[in-house]
């Protein structure tokens, strides 16, 4: 058993959804609870089957009432727990805590969050294992970082037990302190940002909070202060840098008591570790920026011993010390010192990589005194990192690649400032010359990471220094000659083509890099060309077509001399995919602005296509070609492509292209997919219903309730019988205006479960969409296995009126519980009569026999008017007893395939009574969450037994 | 300052992939949800991250020779946070993810940015950020241990353990320490009166009391044998006490020493050295904690390397003429605990004759390898200089090892050397200076050593990788 849960345990924690679609997350979370209760189950395991609530807390528990549920559930398990399982009593602290905070039972002060609070300070205030053997010091700890993560997610929290927390982080001598001192800096963080929240808020109240005396009134303030929308503010992190503003609390000179409290915090600063040290620093930085009356110069004495550190936390918590305060605790010579000392660091050799590449980065964003520019989150030098400091720095062969690019990055903006001023940029020299050291590499066959980080370093060296002439034609020439050795490079060469042509508009280097590939491609020898080597050219071939201003007489030329029987066997061998690539070349010739020059040779190539290549399917091809470009004018081709050219994105320009003809016909079906969700289907109003009942009382069914069970029953012999729920839908528009979506057509919707509790569905056509008629209906016809709440994945092809197709998603559908109701089904001559005794016949079978069946009872506070109104709009098409009898409604629902819930509501003295059976058990918590949430739409009273 | 999610991946060369270990943290998610507001982008299932964090990192589809994704040329700063683009249903970009890997394993966890999230906030805004990168490095010191070949039993046992270690150094995202390597910390027992005691000291000492410092010093050189360029040698160390020395320069020091002095931490090796650097002693008061840590590491400058070597080497027809001298200087100790020179020889066919002389040492040779090792052993010759020349055939059967950077004449003599109780700087530690406030009496011992790390000297016949260390400006 126990092998078991270790499988389903990490088979859930890999595809929680998929495990889900096997299971409901009710049924697992139900398993998991049961089993957590079994004294059988050894803590180890059970540890384990907390896992899942810790990680997935709001897939487990679906609403906010399950998770409270949930809570008190654990609780009582804790309550019940021996001290002496440490493990298992900190894991389920952890895991109530993730269950309330994601719940938001804790937002809300739920019952159970209230409860699990004093719990929490209850062991973090229980010292008693002081003098014992430590043994219960981890479940205090574990209590105190609950504790912090609770104020953290719902700031606040424990503001007014601030005193209490001072208190016990004083007391701590063994190495809890640090979970004490944690607590207690975020609590006074997050109660001194709310004061700078309070109108008037003043010494005095700060005085008070930290006293602990705070007002009755202050507290019902602080209630309201929680509002949503202060409520990510208050979560996040101060520091913004020079540019950040920071709420402030005006409290003049005078705040002693918060000043002591903060030196004692950073004096013994010290003896935590520095993952917690520098968090520490962090928060008391954020409290001193609010608090303007305490001087910054608090931090002084600490300083050092912060920069000297080698632990990049500490250092990094120092540099936003330097952002926060600037110049009003750092000197001019200090930022210099920081600043050396971050070039140290970025190339110590003790230090591993990714800190080394932070530190880089930390340069790029270093919190200067006073910044030229308005620090936003570009990547600036700063002003005193001069070229002499930045020469730590330079690039090197034996860098690893991603140091070698950050290093390379650097090293251009340096020089890019340098460049302007004095000599002719030695360094941008040093930088060309490494370049070419990286090329040299992946000419001598490094391999693909040098290739990478080579065309990355190319990209980067073009985007800063992309106007010295000198170097970018250089650059051209070395990239045709690497070319020409690698061919299989051409993928590499096109995408820098892209990247310097989108980022670098004004430049026109990748015109002259690919006009320079075009004449080493087409000048350079035929003869030993391999296959492989032609399909690259041909790429290339084509990426150059797409450029206007390149000629494009070369590339005919080329594509003649490859095809011309004579000269080659190509057409002979009638390979389809050269024959494709060929055609690639041509189409994007078609388009060519320069086409009216190139018309004679292009029809010869097509011509030569058609007449010798010995594929069918590119002579077909080659055939539409010449005939498009013999029959339209060049004014029609361009008309019919104009679209994608003048959205001038490379890409769309492509698919329509494709569109029009890159395969054929098949190209029409080239689907495209919108980028947000276009329609949605809503719920539609039922059809109104037919009589119910025979009107005639005329009874022809069975006398006796037990046969008339039977008969009943018989029908399911045919297991097509009463087996689907039909759910109408109404197909709509979203309300985001797009003319393009405005009229839609050959809509096809397609759906797809997201558990294994229905048939899979199958897909539904809808002729048209139009945003100004009806929105037509859309009849879901879902047949369940069980007849569980469900979601629905859906999408959906269309086709606009300029001939795309699309494709698209459509927000999920939620299949709720009562949506699977159906009213019971028996022949229509048994009549009211019959039916009834068809309730009665079950309904005493479901008390008696044990099997799956259950009983249970639902209550609640109602008027009669209410109830009454309840039946009718719930209940009605279920009903089974006459609507005028009051004394007992007999309510049956019916739940394909073979389940049913029976109801019989009465209204007794104190309550109305809903007495509920099933014959599948499974679906009471669906049936005992669904009753209340429509009992209470109809009176806010409720209570449930 | 937390972590969404953490994660532990092992491969085999981009192969065999698998997530061996994976911790969501729910709390942190749920803030990172209020935080983000609508460009919040939930962390996908572990096969949607891992085939994700692969492309990132250039190890998927190793067969191919372009991939778009993974291998476009646009610069975009990936290390060490990476963007993960996720597709589908709540599509958008996951950042920053930080990772580190080492050997088979990559660790990778995703810090919290909470700081508004739009424009995207540069990472040195976020303090999560360095802790994440704490916590990685602290856990894969953990499961690998600190260098040396990671045992894969070894491996197994720590991830299994590693439920129970996160319990106490990250049980909520939020990282309060490192993982201690080795084994798990017995509950200390708490001290009385009311001196608290340090979070990172993890119990009592039981035994001898003994202060063990070692002054390990680090010795890199690129030598080129010729005139235009300028040779370069630094010398790195990690240590324990340094007085009285040459000048330190660029120290770092553990977080448990509890004040210094600003005059130690000036000196820098970025700055020109004017000659007036604090020259010590140096001092660093300390609490240690109980298991071996590095006080403080620091740099110096050193005139002259303790080797100095020269390559030569000739293509002559089919074979190639080798001729290497190395003179030690007559500042270092001439005892060696072990001192090797490798040549390897790349991009020709394996060797064939090898036929070399030499004044010291014995030759091994290695000809799949294409590789001559040269053992010098303990000491060098009285004249501290030792020669080896002679041709090498390169007719081998089948082509020997290939490496992109030495090709045709560019090669290099690897030294690898360890001298013990030297330092190069003069650094060392006084016995008698080691003050400890302890009523114990402890006994105090303390060594020092030099070795080589990256220590080359290339053919000054060849052209030398020619970025290679710092240019002069």
């Known amino acids: 058993m126990a092998a078991n849960w270790v499988e389903r345990i990490s088979a859930f924690s890999r595809t929680p959804s998929g495990f889900l679609s096997g299971t409901t997350a009710e049924a697992f979370l139900a398993e998991l609870l049961r089993e957590l209760r079994d004294d059988r189950a050894t803590y180890s395991v059970k540890v384990l089957l907390l896992s899942p609530l810790c990680e997935h807390p709001t897939l487990l528990c679906c609403s906010d009432s399950v998770g409270e549920e949930t809570a008190l559930e654990l609780m009582s398990v804790f309550a019940q727990c021996p001290p002496k399982s440490v493990q298992f009593r900190c894991h389920l602290l952890l895991a ?34 002081i003098h014992g053997d430590g043994s219960q010091r981890p479940v205090r700890a574990t209590a105190c970082d609950c504790l912090r993560e609770l104020e953290a997610c719902c700031p606040g929290l424990l ?282 590499i992946v000419e001598n066959r490094g391999g693909r990471e040098h290739v990478v980080t080579f065309f990355r370093a190319a990209f980067l060296f073009l985007y800063y220094f992309c106007h010295v002439e000198r170097y970018s034609t250089a650059l051209t020439k070395q990239l045709c000659q690497l070319y020409l050795h690698h061919i299989k490079l051409a993928p590499h060469l096109i995408n820098l083509a892209d990247q310097t042509q989108d980022r670098l508009s004004e430049s026109n280097w990748s015109v002259g890099l690919l006009k320079a590939l075009q004449r080493v491609i087409t000048e350079a020898p035929l003869t030993q060309l391999t296959s492989q080597d032609l399909s690259q050219h041909l790429k290339m071939l084509a990426r150059v077509a797409e ?103 490379r890409q769309v320009k492509k698919q329509s292209l494709s569109c029009l003809m890159d395969e054929g016909l098949t190209s029409m079906l080239t689907i495209q997919q919108t980028e947000k969700a276009v329609f949605r289907l809503t719920e539609a109003p039922p059809e109104p219903r037919g009589g119910d009942v025979n009107p005639n009382e005329a009874e022809k069914g069975p006398d006796e309730a037990s046969a008339t069970v039977e008969a009943y029953r018989d029908q399911f012999s045919d297991s097509s019988f009463a087996s689907e729920i039909t759910l109408r839908y109404g197909l709509i528009h979203i309300s985001a205006h797009d003319a393009l979506f405005d009229q839609l057509f050959s809509i096809r919707l397609h759906f797809s479960l997201t558990d294994h509790h229905y048939e899979e569905l199958g897909d539904i056509s809808v002729p048209c969409l139009f945003r100004e008629r009806p929105s037509p209906i859309v009849h879901l016809r879902l047949k369940p296995k069980q007849p569980y709440p469900t979601t629905l994945h859906a999408s959906a092809i269309f086709t606009t009126p300029d001939g795309r197709t699309w494709h698209t998603t459509l927000p999920d559908i939620h299949v709720a519980f009562q949506q699977t109701f159906l009213p019971l089904s028996v022949p229509l001559s048994w009549g009211r009569g019959g039916t009834l005794r068809v309730f009665e016949g079950l309904w005493d079978e479901m008390c008696s026999e044990s099997g799956d069946s259950a009983v249970s009872l639902f209550c609640c506070q109602l008027t009669e008017a209410a109830l009454n109104t309840l039946v009718e709009k719930h209940f009605l098409p279920f009903l089974v007893s006459d609507l005028s009898l009051k004394e007992e409604f007999r309510v049956l629902f019916f739940l394909p395939p073979r389940s049913h819930i029976l109801l019989r509501v009465s209204s007794e003295e104190d309550a109305v009574h809903f007495n509920i059976a099933t014959d599948n058990w499974e679906l009471l918590p669906y049936i005992s969450s669904y009753l209340p949430t429509i009992t209470s739409s109809q009176e806010d009273t409720l209570s449930s037994l | 300052m937390t972590v969404r999610g953490l994660w532990i991946i092992s491969h085999e060369k981009g192969e065999n992939v698998s997530i061996r270990f994976s911790r969501r943290f729910s709390t942190v998610e749920h803030r990172a949800k209020s935080l983000a507001g609508s460009s919040y982008v939930a962390v996908p299932e572990e096969s949607t991250f891992l085939q994700l964090l692969l492309t990132e990192l250039g190890l998927s589809d190793s067969g191919k020779n372009y991939v778009a994704l993974r291998d476009d040329c646009l610069y975009r700063p990936r290390s060490p946070a990476l963007e993960l683009h996720v597709d589908g249903p709540g599509k958008g970009i996951l950042w920053p993810v930080l990772t580190v890997s080492q050997g088979p394993l990559i660790l990778a966890c995703l810090p919290l940015v909470d700081v508004p999230p739009e424009p995207r906030p540069p990472l040195a805004n976020l303090l999560s950020v360095s802790q994440g990168l704490t916590l990685l490095a602290g856990l894969q010191t953990f499961l690998l241990g600190s260098g040396s070949k990671p045992d894969s039993e070894g491996l197994v046992s720590r991830l299994a353990v590693l439920p129970s270690v996160l319990l106490q150094v990250c049980p909520l995202g939020t990282p309060l320490d490192v993982p201690l390597p080795g084994a798990p910390a017995t509950p200390a027992v708490p001290i009385s009166g009311t ?187 009285k004249s501290r200089e030792v020669t080896m020349e002679g041709k090498i055939s390169f007719s081998g059967p089948a082509p020997g090892p290939l490496d992109p950077l030495c090709t045709d004449l560019t090669a290099y003599v690897k030294l690898n050397f360890k001298v013990p109780d030297m330092t190069l700087s003069g650094c060392c530690v006084d016995q008698h200076s080691v003050q400890v406030y302890s009523s114990a009496k402890p006994r105090i011992v303390t060594s020092r050593e030099l070795q080589s790390k990256e220590y080359y000297i290339w053919n000054s016949t060849g052209t030398a990788p020619v970025s290679s260390g710092q240019m002069t400006m």
């Open chain 1, 96 to 129: 109530l805590t993730s269950i309330l905070i994601c719940t938001k039972c804790a937002k809300s002060r739920s019952c159970a969050s209230l409860d699990f609070l004093d719990v929490l300070l209850q062991i973090a205030q229980d010292t008693s294992d």
């Open chain 1, 159 to 440: 503001s007014h037990r601030l005193e209490l927390l001072a208190g016990l982080r004083q007391q701590e001598t063994s190495r809890l302190h640090q979970a004490y001192t944690g607590l207690h800096a975020l609590v006074l963080r997050n109660a001194v940002y709310q004061l700078t929240q309070e109108t008037g808020a003043g010494p005095e109240h700060l005085k008070a909070l930290l006293g602990g005396n705070v007002s009755a009134a202050w507290e019902a303030d602080q209630e309201s202060g929680l509002t949503n929308s202060k409520h990510s503010a208050i979560l996040s992190s101060l520091i913004l840098g020079p540019m950040g503003t920071v709420p402030t609390l005006h409290t003049g000179p005078d705040c002693k008591e918060l000043r002591s409290l903060l030196s004692s915090l950073l004096d013994e600063s010290y003896l935590l570790t520095p993952l917690c040290q520098a968090a520490l620093l962090h928060r008391l930085t954020e409290v001193v920026a609010m608090v303007p009356g305490v001087p910054p110069a608090i931090f002084r004495t600490h300083l050092l011993r912060l920069l000297g550190t080698s632990e990049v936390c500490l250092l990094h918590a120092t540099l936003l010390l330097k952002g926060a305060f600037t110049d009003s605790l750092f000197s001019s010579e200090d930022e210099a010192f920081i600043l050396k000392r971050l070039v140290v660091l970025s190339q110590h050799p003790l230090l591993n990589t990714p800190e080394k590449l932070f530190y880089m980065d930390c340069i790029l964003h270093f919190p200067e005194n006073r910044p030229i520019s308005c620090g936003d989150g570009d990547e600036t030098l700063p002003v005193l990192l001069t070229p002499r400091l930045a020469s730590a720095l330079v690039p090197t062969l034996f860098n690893d690649g991603a140091t070698l690019l950050a290093r390379f990055n650097l090293l251009s903006l340096v020089y890019l400032e340098e460049g302007e001023e004095g000599e002719e940029g030695q360094g941008l020299a040093y930088l060309y010359e490494h370049l070419t050291s990286l090329l040299c």
């Open chain 1, 547 to 649: 450029e206007g201003d390149i000629l494009q007489h070369s590339t005919l030329n080329f594509l003649s001399s490859i095809i011309t029987p004579s000269s080659s066997s190509l057409c002979a061998n009638g390979d389809w995919r050269l024959g494709n690539y060929i055609l690639g070349v041509c189409r994007r010739l078609l388009i060519h602005p320069s086409l009216d020059s190139l018309l004679t040779p292009l029809a010869d190539v097509l011509q030569l296509l058609v007449c010798h290549y010995g594929d069918m399917e590119i002579k077909d091809h080659a055939r539409l070609y010449y005939t498009l470009l013999t029959t339209l004018s060049k004014e029609k081709l361009a008309g019919v492509l104009a679209q994608g050219v003048e959205e001038g994105r």
């Open chain 2, 195 to 381: 001196q608290k005691q340090p979070a990172w000291k993890t119990g009592l000492h039981r035994g001898r009391a003994l202060v063990n410092v070692g002054l390990i010093e680090t010795v890199r050189s690129m030598q080129y044998g010729n005139q235009s360029r300028q040779d370069l040698w630094d010398v790195y160390v990690t240590l324990s006490l340094p007085p009285n020395g040459s000048p330190l320069q660029d120290i770092l020091v553990h977080p448990c020493v509890t004040s210094l002095d600003s005059s130690i931490l000036t000196a820098s090796s970025v700055d020109n050295y004017d000659g007036s650097a604090f020259s010590g002693p140096y001092k660093f008061p300390f609490s240690p904690p109980l298991e071996p840590f590095r006080l403080c590491s620091y740099t110096s400058q050193v005139p002259v390397p303790p080797i100095l070597g020269s390559y030569q080497l000739k293509e002559e027809e089919n074979q190639l003429r080798v001729s290497v001298t190395l003179k030690l200087h007559e500042s270092v100790k001439n005892s060696f605990e072990y001192c090797n020179a490798h040549l390897p020889f790349f991009n020709r066919n394996q060797m064939g004759v090898v036929d070399m002389k030499m004044s010291s040492g014995q030759l091994e040779v290695s000809k799949e390898k294409n590789l001559l090792l040269w053992v010098l052993g303990q000491k060098f010759p």
